[in-house]
């Protein structure tokens, strides 16, 4: 989830096993979430975003869970692999009626998958 | 990729001189916005705009302005550098209103 000071949290998997890195958002008004990945040296990556409206959403080898009643946001990776090795974190936009479409981001969880 | 361009990609300068980084996309896309990333905080978000010559304050806007004359660039100014700044720079841009954010590869800016 959420970074505490300085550290990121790490997320510790060996190659094959599934990944689940969690994230827990702050506005009940958020009505789109994204996840994003980012390598070392390297912009932020699109991974999959899923609305409000669903609760669940697939993509290649990734899925994104929505649970509004708690605020919370997972992502699960299948079969994890050496290169996803990297800080995935999650964003919320907050829908106060405009379309700006601002993000509100979180700090990451460092994911490093064991061979 | 999202063909966006950030230059420069690293620089390193002293307190109180002027710092301008560019951002430059390739598809005509109407919003772009301008983060900074700092260890123990998620991305920032300092300007963005909504088209040319419109623009806005975000979050952590103070000592820094923004211009964009065309509505493939957008530049991020200090105009007088301070060692807070000292930062990791993403350009991002917004394809429609539910689609995510992509990003360029940043600028390291070092201030001395």
């Known amino acids: 989830g959420e970074s505490v000071g300085l550290h990121l949290p790490t997320l510790s998997v060996q190659e094959g096993d599934n990944s689940i890195i969690n994230c827990a958002y702050s506005n009940s008004a958020s009505d789109y979430f994204i996840w994003y990945k980012q390598e070392s040296g390297k912009g932020p990556q699109f991974i999959i975003d899923?609305?409000?409206?669903?609760d669940k959403r697939q993509g290649q080898r990734v899925t994104v869970l929505l649970n509004k009643t708690v605020k919370h946001l997972s992502l699960q990776i299948a079969a994890t692999q050496p290169g996803d090795s990297a800080v995935y974190f999650c964003?919320?936009?907050?829908?106060?009626?405009?379309?700006?479409?601002?993000?509100?981001f979180g700090t990451g969880t460092l994911l490093a998958v064991q061979p | 990729d999202a063909g966006i361009t950030q230059s420069p990609r690293h620089k390193v300068t002293e307190t109180g001189t002027p710092v301008t980084l560019r951002c430059h996309q390739t598809e005509n896309h109407r919003y772009m916005y301008w983060y900074r990333q700092d260890p123990g905080h998620g991305l920032r978000l300092i300007h963005y705009?909504?088209?040319?010559?419109?623009?806005d304050k975000g979050e952590v806007s103070d000592g820094y302005s923004v211009s964009r004359s065309k509505t493939e660039d957008f530049l991020l100014t200090l105009e007088s550098a301070t060692s807070s700044q000292t930062s990791v720079y993403f350009c991002a841009i917004n394809t429609g209103y539910n689609q995510p954010q992509h990003f360029g590869d940043g600028t390291r800016l070092s201030i001395l």
């Open positions: 705009s909504y088209g040319v010559k419109d623009t």
């Open positions: 964003a919320e936009r907050v829908n106060y009626g405009g379309a700006t479409n601002k993000l509100i």
């Open positions: 899923i609305r409000s409206n669903m």
